[in-house]
T-cell receptor, first 115, second 112 residues
Framework: GAVVSQHPSWVICKSGTSVKIECRSL??????MFWYRQFPKQSLMLMAT?????????EQGVEKDKFLINHASLTLSTLTVTSAHPEDSSFYIC???????????FGDGTRLSIL | RKEVEQDPGPFNVPEGATVAFNCTYS??????FFWYRQDCRKEPKLLMS???SGNEDGRFTAQLNRASQYISLLIRDSKLSDSATYLC?????????????FGKGTTLSVSS
């Protein structure tokens, strides 16, 4: 089945550090990738949608200068949390699909803890 | 009003019990509907899609009522391994195309 790899799975950093999370589709070409964030006991919240080769579309309330998304190839998207602070601590999950009607496949998630 | 609403639970049931989860969605233009399962500190995994005609997968039955914008999941003969959070998910158009919108999840705990 389709596999999406997310790396790293766990990050602990000092406040002010920038953190990059990678999302790779291993056996299919992901024309669209999605980035979600999930706080404890909350639902997954869509942060942004990224189509290969174009700028990401951010959901309302998500700062694009804070959460930099790059989707430069059909198998890789990155999310960079710039100057992370403790309130950015969360579970970040990516998903990818190969076409508009195709199912989304989720990565394993990245647990980010900012001290 | 949230786009997808679920009773958060928790539902605590004994093994063998039948349990039903409900979900409502606000966007009448939503196109596709799913139930996902999420274990603690893990990514969500697709459990089943939901169709207007209703569909069944083993012990799991899903129903969709488009008129009332209501989705349900029935689990029969609960197993210990069914303990998880069940997420109601709706696919809707947004400015970037289509995206999955997640409910907050309903937690199920099955005990022996």
């Amino acid at each position: 089945g389709a596999v999406v790899s997310q790396h790293p799975s766990w990050v602990i950093c000092k406040s002010g550090t920038s953190v990059k999370i990678e999302c790779r589709s291993l056996d299919f070409q992901a024309t669209t990738m999605f980035w979600y964030r999930q706080f404890p006991k909350q639902s997954l919240m869509l942060m942004a949608t990224s189509n290969e080769g174009s700028k990401a579309t951010y959901e309302q309330g998500v700062e694009k200068d804070k959460f930099l998304i790059n989707h430069a190839s059909l198998t890789l998207s990155t999310l960079t949390v710039t100057s992370a602070h403790p309130e950015d601590s969360s579970f970040y999950i990516c998903s990818a699909r190969s076409g508009g009607a195709q199912p989304q496949h989720f990565g394993d998630g990245t647990r980010l803890s900012i001290l | 009003r949230k786009e997808v609403e679920q009773d958060p639970g928790p539902f605590n049931v004994p093994e063998g019990a039948t349990v039903a989860f409900n979900c409502t969605y606000s966007n009448s233009a939503s196109q596709s509907f799913f139930w996902y399962r999420q274990d603690c500190r893990k990514e969500p995994k697709l459990l089943m899609s939901v169709y207007s005609s209703g569909n069944e997968d083993g012990r799991f039955t899903a129903q969709l009522n488009r008129a009332s914008q209501y989705i349900s999941l029935l689990i029969r003969d609960s197993k210990l391994s069914d303990s998880a959070t069940y997420l109601c998910v709706v696919s809707s158009f947004n400015q970037a195309g289509t995206a999955l919108i997640f409910g907050k999840g309903t937690t199920l705990s099955v005990s022996s």
